[in-house]
C-alpha cells in the first residue's frame, strides 16, 4: 500500500476521534457548574471545535447541536447557574442524579466498588480527580472521554495501531460498565425536570450522542430501567438512591488531572 495512502487513512482515522474528543469536551462542560469560567470557555472554545466536529460526525449529532448552539446563544451564566441550583439543588436531585452509582449501585457495597473500580480506569491513564469531585459524575466520566479520545487520535498519528487500538478497547469497557449504561437515562430525566431551554438542548444532544457511541464501540452496556416514580429504581432488582452531591466546582475547568 503506498505510503500517502496509509497516511492519509491514519489522518482521517484520527480526524474522527478528535471530532469524538470535542464532542465529550462540549458535553462536559455543558453539564458541569456553570461559572463564569466555564460558561465563557463553553460559549467561545469548547462550541467552536464541536461545530468543527459536527463536519466530520454524522447528522445525529449535528441537527441537535444547532439546537444547542441557538439556546447557548440566547441564555447568560446567571441564568444558568440558577437553573442548575433549582435542577440539582445542594443535596441530591432526586429527578435526575448526575451521578452513576445513584442508578447502578443495589447497595452500598456496590457503590462503594463502583467508585473504586471508576477511579482504577483514571489511573490506568495517569489521571485523578481534582479535590471534593465524586468519580461517578456525568461531568467527568464525559471529560474521562475526551481524554480517550483524544489519547486515541495522537496514537494515530504518532504512536501505531497496536497503542490506538488499546484506547479503544479501553472506550468500549468504560462505556460497558460506566457510562453507557446510564448516561442516556440521567439525559431523559434531565429532559424532564429542565425547565430552561439550554438545559433541554443539552440532554437531547447527550442522548444522541451517547446513542451513537454505544453503537460505534459496539458496546454492549446493561439496559437500565426506572418506573414512573423516580424515588424507587430498579435495575433488575431494586435499590435505593444514595446520596450525590452536584459538581459545584466553579473555578474549574475540568474535573481530571494528569498525575
Known amino acids: 500500500m503506498p505510503v500517502q495512502m496509509i497516511e492519509t ?21 455543558a453539564t458541569m457548574y456553570p461559572s463564569d469560567e466555564v460558561f465563557t470557555t463553553l460559549c467561545e472554545e469548547d462550541l467552536p471545535q464541536a461545530q468543527a466536529a459536527a463536519e466530520i460526525l454524522d447528522e445525529t449529532f449535528s441537527t441537535p ?49 463502583q ?4 477511579a482504577g480506569f483514571f489511573r490506568a491513564f495517569g489521571m485523578d480527580l481534582v479535590e471534593r469531585e465524586r468519580p461517578d459524575h456525568i461531568t467527568v466520566e464525559l471529560e474521562f472521554m475526551h481524554v480517550l479520545t483524544s489519547k486515541e487520535a495522537y496514537a494515530h498519528l504518532h504512536h501505531g495501531a497496536e497503542k ?6 479501553v472506550q468500549r469497557k468504560f462505556v460497558e460498565e460506566h457510562l453507557g449504561r ?21 440532554a437531547t444532544l447527550l442522548d444522541a450522542f451517547l446513542a451513537d457511541e454505544v453503537a460505534y464501540l459496539r458496546a454492549q452496556p446493561e439496559v437500565l430501567r426506572v418506573d414512573a416514580d423516580w424515588r424507587t429504581k430498579v435495575s433488575e432488582e431494586g435499590c435505593t438512591p444514595a446520596e450525590c452531591p452536584p459538581a459545584q466546582s466553579g473555578e474549574q475547568n475540568g474535573n481530571l488531572i494528569q498525575l
Open 115 to 118: 467508585l473504586s473500580d471508576i
Open 182 to 202: 446510564w448516561g442516556r437515562q440521567f439525559a431523559h430525566q434531565l429532559e424532564i425536570a429542565a425547565s430552561q431551554r439550554f438545559v433541554v438542548a443539552t
Open 65 to 113: 447541536l444547532a439546537v444547542f448552539t441557538k439556546e447557548l446563544q440566547n441564555t447568560s451564566s446567571d441564568e444558568l447557574q440558577r437553573e442548575h441550583g433549582r435542577t440539582f439543588t445542594h443535596l441530591l436531585s432526586l429527578d435526575c442524579p448526575p451521578c452513576e452509582t445513584v442508578y447502578t449501585a443495589r447497595e452500598i457495597f456496590d457503590e462503594t466498588a
Open 9 to 29: 487513512r491514519k489522518e482521517q482515522a484520527a480526524a474522527r476521534h478528535f471530532a469524538r474528543s470535542a464532542a465529550y469536551r462540549l458535553l462536559s462542560q
Open 164 to 169: 490506538a487500538r488499546l484506547c479503544r478497547v
